[in-house]
């Protein structure tokens, strides 16, 4: 056994259920988003405007949102699908060709005339993020673009051992969505697959009675109606989560102070950061979600699988930029 301020685990069990990851099936469905970001260096005020003037040295793209969920299963040894709504514009065109660079399956991404592919552009200097501003629609998706998706996934239940659901609020998850969703699993694996949901504030009635929800513990803190300032407010948040959702667990994330699972049968469990270094978070919660999902999928009970996102999450804090953790820096992460 290994610990972690206390807290015990498998590390061999860890590792190798990391091994397995490559013949876990998942199902990813949500908003699609490229994450452009562009490089430079400060070192003026502009005259027109008390405001830096940044010098690009570099521009990078990512996939970002869903997709970037579906990136680091990818990078875990997965081969996930990924559901979700993009425009019939370049940005589409370029998300669906880094899904087929990848070896992954592009036919539930529905393309939608009008509107435009979801883009977040980062301004970064000095590795610090400078401003962010976003191309976007956040109006619902059509009715025939969310049945598009519903025909795909009920064509790929039978193959699927964990949906995941990755809400950015841009339009896509719905309560139609959600019901057609749950209906599917019902009638085409008897409820089998194992349902994720990282969540956003203002959509978590479209939750209820999934298996585990990951929301920061401001999304936790924003449902529940009070401010999460100490571990009495936190179990309060957690346990009542638990109740009002009717799912099975709760994994609230808490930054520099880990991440706390609750389960429906009463079981707490606070899991320190393993975090050595926090220079960036962004996708941290994408990269939660995703390790979380497979370790599930692959047969880890929920502690386990908690612990060993808390690893992953704990590696790509130490990055600039949205990033992915491979399945070699995970188990090495696991230790012995």
């Known amino acids: 056994m290994a610990e972690i301020n206390g807290n015990y685990y498998n590390a061999e069990g860890l590792r190798r259920n990391v091994d397995r990851f490559v013949d876990a099936r ?17 070192s003026r005020i502009s005259p027109e405007a008390p405001v830096p003037v940044v010098d690009v040295e570099r521009e990078t793209k990512m996939l970002g949102g869903a997709a970037n969920v579906i990136r680091n299963m990818a990078a875990l040894g997965a081969r996930p699908v990924l559901c979700g709504v993009i425009g019939d514009d370049g940005t589409g065109e370029e998300i669906v060709s880094a899904l087929s ?20 552009t980062r301004i970064v200097a000095q590795n610090q993020q400078v401003v962010r501003f ?21 064509n790929t239940l039978d193959n699927i051992d ?35 949901v990282d969540p956003k504030t203002g959509n978590f009635e479209f939750y209820r009675g999934v298996d585990i ?9 924003v449902f529940c109606g009070f401010e999460i300032m100490d571990k009495k407010t ?6 009542e989560m638990v109740e009002v959702l009717n799912c099975r667990s709760v994994l609230i994330t808490r930054g520099k102070d880990g991440m706390t699972l609750f389960e429906k049968q009463g079981s707490i469990t606070h899991i320190p950061t393993v975090a050595k270094k926090v220079f960036d978070v962004t996708g941290a919660g994408d990269t939660v979600i995703g390790t979380i999902s497979l370790g599930l999928a692959a047969g ?19 990055e600039i930029g949205t990033s992915a953790v491979r399945a070699d820096e995970l188990k090495r992460a696991v230790g012995d």
Do not use: C, Q
Request: glycine share 12%; no cysteine; hydrophobic share 40%.
């Open 134 to 154: 976003d191309r976007e629609s956040r109006a619902d998706v059509r009715p025939e673009s969310i049945r598009s998706l519903l025909d795909f996934i009920e």
């Open 101 to 120: 660079h990848m070896g992954l399956e592009t036919g539930g991404v529905v393309k939608e005339p009008g509107r435009p592919t979801s883009i977040k």
């Open 234 to 239: 936190l179990n309060r948040a957690g346990k």
């Open 162 to 196: 964990a949906i995941v659901v990755s809400d950015y609020g841009k339009g896509l998850i719905s309560g139609s969505l959600m019901m057609g969703v749950r209906e599917l699993n019902r009638s085409r694996s008897g409820g089998r697959a194992i349902v994720a």
């Open 300 to 318: 880890l009970d929920l502690k386990s699988a908690a612990i060993l996102s808390n690893f992953a999450a704990g590696i790509v804090v130490g």
């Open 26 to 42: 998942v199902l990813v469905i949500g908003d699609i988003i490229m994450d452009e970001y562009i490089w430079g260096n400060v």
């Open 213 to 221: 929800i990951t929301p920061n513990h401001h999304e936790a803190g």
